[in-house]
C-alpha cells in the first residue's frame, strides 16, 4: 500500500460555471456576486485530474460543508 500514498489525485467540483470577460472580473470587488448557470438543486460535477468522475450534492452539517457522491460515472470506450 506504501505506493498508493504517493499517488497524487487533482480533486475538483464544479458547482456551475459563468463566462465574463477579463476586464470585469477585473474591476469586481469584495462581496461581488458572479451569477452561475446552475441552481441550488443542480448536481455537482466531481472531477479527478479534469475527467468526470461523479456527480455529487452539497450537504451542510456540523458547521460544514460536505460533498455528497450520488451518481459515479462511467466512461466507456
Known sequence: MST???I????TVELGAASMPVH???RM?????I???AT???PLS???NSTLIARGEV???DGQLKVVVTEKVYKYG
Open 4 to 6: 498508493l500514498d504517493n
Open 24 to 26: 470585469h472580473l477585473l
Open 46 to 48: 466531481i472531477y479527478a
Open 40 to 42: 441550488e438543486h443542480d
Open 59 to 61: 450537504s451542510v452539517g
Open 8 to 11: 497524487e489525485v487533482d480533486i
Open 29 to 33: 470587488g469584495r462581496g461581488a456576486v
Open 35 to 37: 451569477e452561475l448557470d
